[in-house]
């Protein structure tokens, strides 16, 4: 098993977050994003030194810490400027508030399906309409956004565009292109870009990432992205992200009011994570794609008439299973009941995920290869 991901089942099966407790012992969790490693030396030795001083209180070290994540992000294309780092709680947090203080209320925001399923909740929560422009070819090799469906929701009145850079669930990087086009777009409209950017540590080897804030001038005028260690460090339950503000003249993003919930000790991993950690990520990088290798294998033994991309960054697949009718349009849910596999289903991406499943595929070659298995059991069983 290629280290990190080298952990045995039933050591994971004595973790109490989400993945390892939503369902029962016998199931096979690839669902929720979550990674099976322990954590990266530097981070470990960080928080247990905090935890021997007794070092459990408010998160202070604001300006410390934008720095420090100002550094990292600066391999994104352009040199950013600690100033316009904000520190937040998490992402979701970030979308949320970038949305709130920087868009009239009531405006409408355009999004992506299928697209991370909190995208819509989280626009209608600050109180304003998600306009739904679906991905070109999602199913296909090259995703797409589709310029001119939003061209079309700006014109008709969309203020806002929530973009999900590297793409959750397909994966695909936007083009530096295709980016730089979208912010002409938003500065025509007068509207404004939020772009989550939380999968850009996990490129591929060989993958380059390009920050939406880096693909332009105009970009970086119209636009706000939105990170965090949390995905490629396995540190969601610490609670620290940032916001990194693209026109801190135009945006009224302040640290004063949305710094003080960061966690102390997300704040201390993900310094670690990101100063000290970079080695430990290109070994996880790289037992992600030998995983993306065998997974390859395993469709096309034990699921062969399924369709997939490999994904340019993350840890997640977009599985196509509409050529398995039997299925429906849910096929997690028969995988879950009759196979004991938990994934996420397709339909919470949008309708465009009907026949889909994603799949997490940060986890041990055993368990992996058990999964598939498993779902190929279930999809082969009623095929002529």
């Not at 979308?95 to 697209?115: K, N």
């Not at 004991?340 to 499943?357: I, M």
């Amino acid at each position: 098993m290629p280290f990190p991901l080298d952990l045995p089942e039933s050591e994971l099966r004595r973790r109490r977050s989400q993945k390892w407790v939503a369902h029962p012992e016998d199931v096979l969790p690839l669902f929720v994003a979550e990674t099976d490693v322990l954590l990266a030396p530097a981070i470990r030795e960080r928080l247990a030194a905090a935890v021997a001083d007794g070092d459990t209180g408010y998160f202070a070290e604001i300006e410390r810490f934008a720095g420090v994540c100002a550094g990292y992000y600066s391999r994104f294309g352009y040199r950013v400027p600690p100033e316009s780092v904000v520190p937040v709680n998490d992402v979701g947090v970030g979308v949320r508030e970038t949305l709130a203080r920087t868009l009239p209320a009531g405006s409408g925001v355009v999004y992506t399906p299928p697209v991370y399923m909190p995208f819509a909740p989280w626009i209608r929560r600050v109180g304003m309409s998600p306009v739904a422009v679906p991905l070109l070819d999602h199913d296909g090799d090259a995703p797409l956004l589709d310029l001119e469906g939003i061209e079309r929701a700006l014109s008709d009145g969309a203020r806002g565009i929530l973009l999900s850079h590297p793409h959750n669930p397909t994966g695909v990087l936007h083009s530096p292109g295709e980016l730089a086009a979208l912010a002409d777009l938003a500065a025509k409209y007068d509207a404004v870009v939020v772009s989550d950017e939380i999968w850009a540590p996990l490129t591929m080897p060989g993958v380059e990432f390009h920050s939406f804030l880096a693909v332009s001038g105009t970009a970086r005028e119209v636009g706000l992205a939105i990170s965090s260690a949390s995905k490629a460090f396995n540190l969601a339950g610490l609670k620290c992200a940032f916001v990194i503000n693209g026109n801190p003249e135009r945006f009224e993003v302040r640290r004063s009011s949305l710094s003080g919930a960061v966690g102390h000790f997300g704040a201390l991993a993900g310094e670690a994570a990101l100063t000290k950690s970079l080695d430990w990520l290109d070994e996880l990088r790289g037992a992600l794609a030998a995983n993306l290798d065998l997974m390859d294998s395993l469709l096309a033994e034990h699921l062969p008439r399924a369709r997939w991309r490999r994904p340019d960054a993350g840890f997640v697949a977009w599985i196509d299973l509409r050529a398995y009718p039997g299925l429906g349009d849910d096929p997690a849910a028969a995988f879950l009941d009759e196979g004991r596999v938990a994934l996420s289903n397709g339909p919470a991406f949008g309708s465009q995920g009907k026949g889909f499943v994603r799949v997490n595929f940060a986890c041990s070659e055993e368990i992996l290869t058990e999964a598939f298995v498993r779902m190929g059991a279930i999809a082969n069983r009623d095929q002529p």
